[in-house]
């Protein structure tokens, strides 16, 4: 089973621009959709609109929350969709382009990384978009590499009002100027150890990036410790001033089973500002105050959902299948009982496929993965509330069998992204 919390940090995919309505390669402009302030749905109960990509796009590479909706990442670009209904905000295409790399800001910018396909010579170039618009306000292309040397500038880690910044051999951070590939500052080993040292993830708020590091010693020429329980290491978080690179705080907080549970974790920052790790293997979590560096540890769960100004959170445990919502570090709100558990036990088991889960405010949506062709009216998800549980029902009348891809919590709508096995693909909106 797999589980999302509500903003992902990063993503991958590549791109180029075009405007809705506009012939390819030219800048964008807004779709027919205005950019409108929409809540987060708090419950679901209904497949309220679909979206089917282009004609010629065969794969999503991946579904954004954005300002208004959703951003549909296709093979050749990204399209922004109004949550409420679907329609295009605004739109950035090339045809025959192939998406590459891009890191989303706290709901104020994609950073795109965009090849040539055709010139494999050719410099990557940087597309910078506001989200809040539509707009690329940048355009330019990186100085060094070429479309065959993969991240020329490291794994993009996240982007500022300022800068775009990189994770470089897994033990640097490096910041570039939002317009260029300037160097504006650069910050060393950041982990510091004595030992094996990496950078896991980071994550930029509006005010500081955090990095999550871990440490631990690899005895010379004996086989590797990283996945071995037991072992001693450190992990922890470090806080850096985005504008400068200066370091604000460091906390050690070791959490995980073993180093490569540390190293694996996720990083994610929720819209609410507070920032959440999850450790797969021990299956526990951690609340990050990116302005102090306190760290709240979370037992049994994951934080997949928080309220608007960070002081309630809805922690999974799929270990019991149990949901609720607390205070950070304090009483629990609500939760589905042993008898709600159960209730819904029986709609979740009978969803197919690989099934992903998603906290919203008033429970947790449990979204099946595999529908077979004319299978007709079928469950496609269950909303497992804190007051009962209620079957998400569609028709899937085609052929081919059908793949949900990726489901997202975003302004107006859950986004489900999907494929079918004939070639098409788009995105259902849940109200």
Do not use: K
């Amino acid at each position: 089973m797999r589980y999302g919390a509500t903003v992902a940090v990063a993503a991958t995919f590549l791109l180029t621009s075009r405007g809705s309505g506009d012939s390819a390669g030219t800048g964008g402009s807004g779709g027919a959709e205005e950019i409108r302030d929409l809540d987060r749905p708090g419950s679901v109960s209904g497949v309220a609109w679909t979206w089917e990509a282009p004609e010629g796009v065969a794969d999503l590479v991946g579904v954004h929350a954005v300002p208004g909706g959703i951003a549909a990442v296709v093979d050749d670009g990204v399209i922004g969709l109004s949550g409420e209904n679907g329609g295009v905000m605004w739109e950035h295409r090339v045809p025959g382009s192939e998406v590459f790399g891009a890191v989303a800001g706290q709901g104020r910018y994609f950073v795109l990384q965009v090849l040539d396909p055709d010139d494999t010579e050719a410099p990557p170039r940087m597309i910078v978009v506001d989200l809040s618009t539509g707009e690329p306000v940048h355009d330019y292309e990186l100085r060094d590499g070429d479309s065959a040397s993969g991240l020329v500038r490291g794994g993009l880690a996240g982007v500022t009002g300022e800068h775009w910044i990189t994770v470089e051999d897994d033990e640097d951070l490096v910041a570039h100027e939002l317009g260029s590939d300037a160097t504006a500052w650069s910050v060393p080993d950041v982990a510091g150890c004595d030992g094996v040292g990496s950078v896991d993830r980071a994550a930029a708020t509006d005010d500081v990036l955090v990095a999550a590091f871990t440490c631990y010693e690899q005895p010379e020429g004996e086989d590797p410790v990283e996945m071995t329980e037991g072992q001693e290491f450190v992990s922890g978080f470090a806080g850096f001033d985005p504008q400068t690179g200066d370091e604000l705080w460091r906390t050690e907080a070791p959490a995980g089973m073993f180093p490569g549970d540390a190293h694996e974790r996720d990083l994610t920052v929720h819209e609410s500002g507070i920032v959440t790790a999850y450790y797969p293997y021990e299956q526990v979590g951690q609340v990050v105050d990116a302005a102090t560096g306190d760290v709240e540890a979370l037992e049994g769960g994951e934080v997949l959902w928080s309220s608007e100004d960070g002081s309630l959170v809805g922690m999974w445990d799929g270990r019991t299948r149990g949901y609720r919502i607390q205070e950070i570090g304090g009483d629990v709100r609500e939760s589905l009982g042993a008898e709600r558990v159960g209730e819904g036990t029986a709609i979740v088991n009978a969803l197919q496929g690989d099934v992903e889960t998603v906290g919203l405010e008033g429970g947790a949506l449990h979204m099946g993965g595999l529908f077979e062709g004319g299978a007709g009216e079928t469950e496609l998800a269950a909303f497992e509330g804190f007051e009962e549980t209620v079957p998400v029902t569609f028709s899937w009348d085609a052929e081919a069998s059908m793949e949900v891809d990726q489901t997202v919590v975003a302004p107006g709508a859950v986004a489900v992204s999907y494929i079918d096995h004939s070639g098409s693909s788009g995105v259902m909106g849940l109200q």
